[in-house]
């Protein structure tokens, strides 16, 4: 992927400690733009709606039941909003945790959906993301993530 002048997107700025997974974040928000334009891929709450699905998505794949996972719902929302970034941290330990104990190594298993993702082309995704739209999976008034970041 790269910028409307051919360039490749700058990695975040991570004080000087750019890692693989920087890399994979910024090749993911750019083929996001392409799959889904601006607002979808900018927005911190579409993305968060998107999170949930594949984390609901997992725990189906580990066998969870969809009761306790409503029960959950509700767990959380009763409680005090947290702050993004240790979210993010504690869904990445979270991660972690799952993919050991499945035996699975959560970077290789990144890496190939990376992969998986970019190899399809992009009308897949854009029609994906609008039946999801079409089914109320949208938020149309989101925060977004301005565009120098």
Same mark, same amino acid.
């Given at each position: ?21 920087? &890399?994979?974040?910024?090749?993911? =928000? #750019? ?10 891929? &900018?927005?911190?709450?579409? &993305?968060?709606? &998107? ?15 969809? #009761?306790?996972? =409503?029960? +959950? ?10 702050? $993004? ?5 504690? +869904?990445?330990?979270?991660? +972690?945790? +799952?993919?050991?104990?499945?035996? $699975? !190594? ?11 993702? $970019? ?18 999976? =949208?938020? !149309? ?9």
């Amino acid at each position: 992927m790269s910028t409307q002048d051919g360039t490749p997107p700058a990695a975040p700025d991570r004080g000087g400690a750019e890692c693989e997974r920087d &890399r994979r974040q910024v090749q993911t =928000h #750019a083929w996001c733009l392409a799959a889904f334009g601006d607002h979808d891929a &900018r927005s911190v709450q579409q &993305r968060g709606i &998107r999170l949930a699905e594949e984390a609901i998505e997992t725990a189906q794949a580990c066998g969870c039941d969809p #009761a306790m996972l =409503h029960r +959950l719902i509700d767990h959380v929302y009763a409680k005090p909003v947290g702050e $993004l970034a240790q979210e993010l941290g504690g +869904l990445g330990v979270t991660l +972690l945790a +799952l993919a050991e104990a499945a035996g $699975l !190594s959560a970077d290789q298993a990144e890496r190939r959906e990376v992969q998986r993702v $970019l190899a399809k082309p992009l009308a897949h995704f854009a029609a994906r993301n609008a039946a999801k739209k079409a089914a109320g999976f =949208h938020t !149309s008034a989101a925060k977004t993530v301005p565009p120098d970041r």
